[in-house]
C-alpha cells in the first residue's frame, strides 16, 4: 500500500468514526506501529487530522471537553476560528514555548497543540482544565487574582511576571491600522505585561472584527509580529493593513 493510498484511508477512517486509537489504525490498515505513528504526524502538520494521545481525531470532532463552559454559549463565526486555531498551531513549534491568553479561539489552538512537546503558558482556566485533562504534560498555570466572568487568573503585580516565551498568541475585540483593541482594560493591562517577555506576538482574530476600535488600543500595528483572521476578510482591509508593514496568514 503506497502512502497516498494509505493517507486516504486513514482520513477516511478517522472521519468516520471522528477517533481511531493508534493500535485500532494498525489492525485495519494492516501496518506497523513506526508507520502509523509516522502517519499520524505527516497528516497532523499537513492539517488533515488531529494527532493526540495515542491516536488521531478528525479535524470536525469536539474541539472541548463535555464539561466545558464554552459549550454553554454560541460562539460566533465558529468554523473560521477553528481554521485560525489550525494555522496558528502550524507556527509552534517543538521543544518551544508559547503564551495564550483567553478566549474560545485560545481554547481550540490549545486542543490542537495538546500532547505536543511544547510548553502552554495560560491564565485561562478553561484552558487548562482542558490540557490537563487531555494529558498535556507541560503546563504552567499563572497565579493572581481569580475573574470570574472571563474565567482567568488576573495578575495584581504591577511589574512583569516572570513567564518568557517564543510566541504570545492573543486576540481582542478590533483590529484597526493603528492595532489591536481589547474592551477589558483589567485583561488588557495584565497581558501588556506579558509582551515584553517573549519573542513574537501573534494576533488571532475573525475576520468580523478587523476594522474595527472597540475599547483601549492594547498593542500598536508595529508591534504586532503576524495577524491569523478568515478568508473572508474584506480585501480592502487586508491591503491597508498589508500596506502598512502587518504579516497576514488567511485561514
Known amino acids: 500500500m503506497n502512502e497516498n493510498y494509505r493517507h486516504q484511508q486513514l482520513l477516511k477512517l478517522v472521519n468516520e468514526r471522528k477517533y481511531l486509537a493508534t493500535s485500532e489504525i494498525i489492525d485495519l490498515l494492516g501496518i506497523s506501529p513506526a508507520t502509523a505513528r509516522r502517519d499520524i504526524t505527516k497528516l497532523d502538520q499537513q492539517g488533515r487530522l488531529k494527532k493526540v494521545r495515542n491516536g488521531a481525531e478528525s479535524l470536525s470532532a469536539t474541539y472541548y471537553s463535555i464539561n466545558s463552559p464554552i459549550l454553554k454559549n454560541n460562539i460566533n463565526n465558529l468554523e473560521e476560528k477553528k481554521r485560525i486555531a489550525i494555522a496558528a498551531s502550524k507556527l509552534c513549534k517543538e521543544d518551544t514555548s508559547v503564551i495564550l491568553t483567553c478566549g474560545s479561539t485560545m481554547l481550540m489552538l490549545g486542543k490542537s497543540l495538546s500532547g505536543r512537546n511544547l510548553q502552554i503558558i495560560t491564565n485561562y482556566l478553561p484552558l487548562a482544565n482542558t490540557l490537563i485533562e487531555h494529558d498535556h504534560h507541560n ?15 488576573l495578575s495584581l503585580n504591577t511589574s512583569a511576571d516572570d513567564y518568557a516565551a517564543d510566541i504570545l498568541f492573543t486576540s481582542g475585540k478590533g483590529l484597526s491600522q493603528e492595532g489591536l483593541y481589547k474592551n477589558d482594560m483589567l485583561i488588557a493591562n495584565s497581558e501588556q505585561k506579558m509582551l515584553e517577555k517573549v519573542e513574537k506576538l501573534v494576533v488571532l482574530l475573525d475576520s468580523s472584527k478587523l476594522g474595527k476600535r472597540v475599547g483601549m488600543l492594547f498593542a500598536e500595528l508595529k508591534n504586532i509580529d503576524l495577524l491569523i483572521t478568515g478568508k473572508e476578510a474584506d480585501p480592502k482591509i487586508i491591503e491597508e493593513l498589508t500596506k502598512q508593514g502587518l504579516n497576514i496568514i488567511l485561514a
Open 139 to 153: 503546563v504552567v498555570i499563572m497565579g493572581g487574582q481569580y475573574n470570574k466572568n472571563q474565567a482567568i487568573m
